[in-house]
């Protein structure tokens, strides 16, 4: 008997939530949309990836800006990594306020390694990504394929990464300030016709740490690829259509342009504070209580010489 009772008071409750999901028309029980679901954000080297980057096989591109593709190596203990110029960029901090982040080139992220060759680094015509502190950074060149042996002792202490015995690409990297005109000319004709020169870029660093510390350091970058601030703020996700190049804010109910309903928004929250109440009613109230035939029958005697009588009860407490 007692199991009968229990099962019609939970479902009781089912029919109640299932009226509320009707009645509210938004609840839990609603119809979200796969973009917003699809764009949560993601981890990477203990850094939130959101518009307008997205990780490369892990989100999908709708959820990012064209050209803010990064891979992700190692996953969230390993580090993000953005393509500029056909080489690989460690992404060292993201700055979402501002909309600007700190990069470096992979080639220079140890100072025990040999330094590969690389390119000339070179921003999107699209400008998509320009130079925060244009100002205050240098230009570096770096010369590939030096014959130490044959060159300046002098010229020996602009060396960086391995030495020339362990390096398996043939001779050393020399790096030096662009603007030190009598250096580079000297390096330029005595590293000789097989050398490549790559033009780099890196934060003035006031005197702290050397060349390659400056190197590992990187850089700052500003991005340009629609405002998101407006669509974060409604409750949605930002993402971009390639296919029409527009800017989308994807929301739980669907795709807007630039923000979420609020409305629907609010719906779905009061939709579930209503079936919390509910939850809570028929905890307090639908649920049945089970007494002793004994209890029930001692209830039905008071004042009439059950469990209790008249005498024990207030003056103005009426017994009819």
């Known amino acids: 008997m007692n199991q009968d009772i229990i099962t019609f008071f939970y479902c009781c409750v089912i029919i109640n ?32 990836i959101r518009y307008p980057f997205y990780i490369q096989g892990k989100q999908q591109p709708f959820c990012g800006y064209p050209g803010f593709a990064i891979s992700c190596a190692d996953g969230i203990h390993g580090f993000p990594t953005l393509n500029l110029s ?10 979402y306020h501002n909309e600007s982040l700190r990069v470096s080139n992979a ?18 015509p699209t400008k998509t990504f320009s130079f925060l502190n244009r100002n205050h950074n240098k230009d570096i060149l770096l010369f590939f394929g030096c014959n130490l042996s044959s060159m300046p002792r002098e010229l020996i202490d602009y060396r960086i990464g391995c030495s020339e015995a362990t390096n398996k690409t043939g001779g050393s990297v020399l790096a030096l300030y662009k603007d030190d005109v009598k250096t580079v000319r000297s390096v330029s004709k005595s590293c000789g016709s097989g050398r490549k020169v790559v033009d780099t870029v890196v934060e003035g660093s006031e005197g702290r740490g050397g060349m390659e510390e400056e190197l590992r350091r990187g850089f700052m970058l500003n991005w340009t690829a629609g405002d998101c601030k407006l669509c ?17 804010c994807y929301c739980t109910d669907r795709i807007h ?5 609020i409305i629907v928004a609010e719906r779905r929250s009061n939709a579930s504070m209503k079936i919390g109440l ?9 649920r ?21 009588n008249n005498s024990s009860l207030p003056s103005n407490v009426s017994t009819n």
């Open 107 to 124: 080639a220079f992220s140890s100072n025990t390694s040999c330094i590969s060759a690389t390119h000339n680094l070179t921003l999107p």
């Open 17 to 48: 939530i299932i009226l509320l999901c009707v009645l509210s028309r938004t609840s839990l029980c609603a119809y979200v949309d796969p973009h917003y679901l699809a764009c949560e954000p993601q981890i990477c080297g203990n850094q939130s």
């Open 288 to 308: 049945p209580s089970f007494f002793s035939r004994g209890e029930v029958e001692g209830e039905n005697q008071y004042g009439l010489g059950g469990n209790g």
């Open 257 to 261: 342009a630039f923000k979420c309903d």
């Open 232 to 248: 974060n703020s409604t409750g949605g996700r930002c993402g971009f259509d390639s296919t029409i190049f527009t800017f989308q």
């Open 278 to 286: 509910a939850l809570g009613l028929g905890n307090g109230i639908d």
């Open 86 to 95: 056909n080489t690989s960029y460690i992404i060292h901090q993201i700055f």
